[in-house]
């Protein structure tokens, strides 16, 4: 279901998928539901935004927001 999702809408999607609406998102991370709507639209957030936005979907923040991801080199 969440296969070939463009960054700007993965996390409206991973929201939907656990049937929560903005306002319900923004109470469990914390997050205003004006900043999730903006970041839903393609703003990149904080690290600490999504370190949070991602901690209230029970989902890593990589999952959520892949320009967070880190490449370890050996």
């Known amino acids: 279901m969440l296969s070939g999702m463009t960054n700007n ?3 409206r999607e991973f929201r939907k998928a656990r049937k929560l609406n903005q306002t319900a998102l923004s109470t469990s991370a914390g997050v205003s539901q004006g900043s999730i ?3 839903e639209n393609g703003r990149i957030p904080e690290i600490d ?3 949070k936005l991602a901690r209230a ?3 890593r923040v990589d ?3 892949p320009a ?3 490449s370890v080199k050996p």
Do not use: E, W
Request: charged residues 10%; glycine residues 6%; proline residues 0%.
């Open 9 to 11: 809408n993965r996390l």
């Open 37 to 39: 709507s903006k970041i």
């Open 49 to 51: 935004t999504a370190q």
């Open 57 to 59: 979907l029970g989902l």
């Open 63 to 65: 999952t959520v927001f």
């Open 68 to 70: 967070f991801s880190v």
